[in-house]
């Protein structure tokens, strides 16, 4: 064999060596290894109220109908902005044909239309919407906690979800007889339930409330923020 062609197979040979060196250190398994998972919660008060109000009505003239529905939601809108720290917004609004018996002739028109409120002033938008109930309906209630509010506790829930992950890593490595642990991944998450409140939206619409009347009270409930860190750790043993 030509010396030139003995160099290239020998040069060849080399780096196929370490080509197969360099693919089993990228296939290096990793042993003692350990999922852990930490979870710690706070029930946190609603600080937001959430009210859902309604006009419908009925009339065989649908343009009549929609201008009743228009002018009974400006005046309660204009009403409502008067109500300092309440956010006014409209909701849906549908309008649908009402039939005879045998459900082939329109005999009249039927419309609806939501007005939606929102205050962190729970004693204001309670008395508005018992105000307003003289006009409109009520459709719903519900509270919630704010954004910036859920941000602050998650922030502190987080802090704790860390510390807690690293108790049961240390515990995981005492129990498997290492003498310490390597963290290879951590991921946080953050969540959290909101359940509706509708009893006094049940007890404000069964006492029929009219302009001006007493605003009753509130009780707007917790909801549970959870906060969970999950992770892998690699144990050194002695």
């Known amino acids: 064999m030509p010396k030139f062609t003995r160099l290239a197979a ?45 006009s419908e009505s009925q009339n065989t003239d649908p ?13 309660a809108v204009e009403k409502a902005r008067k109500s300092k720290g309440v956010t006014v917004s409209l909701g849906s609004r549908n309008s649908y044909p009402v039939y005879d018996e045998k459900g082939q002739k329109i005999t009249a028109w039927r419309e609806r239309a939501e007005l939606r409120l929102e205050s962190a002033d729970f004693a204001t938008l309670s008395q508005l919407s018992a105000d307003l109930l003289g006009d409109l309906k009520m459709a719903g209630m519900n509270f919630s906690i704010a954004e910036k509010t859920r941000k602050t506790h998650e922030d502190e829930l987080i802090k704790q979800a ?14 498997l007889g290492g003498k310490a642990y390597k ?22 619409a069964a006492k029929g409330y009219a302009d001006s009347a007493a605003a009753p009270e509130i009780e707007a409930g917790t909801s549970r ?11 050194q043993m002695p």
């Open 162 to 175: 860390v510390d807690a992950f690293k108790a049961r890593a240390q515990l995981a490595t005492a129990a």
């Open 63 to 75: 343009a009549k109908l929609a201008d009743q529905i228009t002018r009974t939601l400006n005046a």
């Open 183 to 204: 963290l290879v991944n951590l991921s946080l998450n953050s969540g959290g339930f909101q359940p509706p409140q509708p009893i006094m939206m049940r007890a404000m």
């Open 10 to 54: 020998a040069l060849a040979l080399c780096a196929a060596s370490l080509g197969s060196l360099s693919a089993q250190a990228g296939d290096e398994v990793h042993y003692n290894q350990v999922a852990v998972r930490a979870e710690v919660s706070q029930e946190v008060a609603h600080d937001l109220m959430h009210v859902t109000l309604y």
């Open 225 to 235: 923020v959870n906060v969970s860190a999950d992770g892998t750790i690699e144990v």
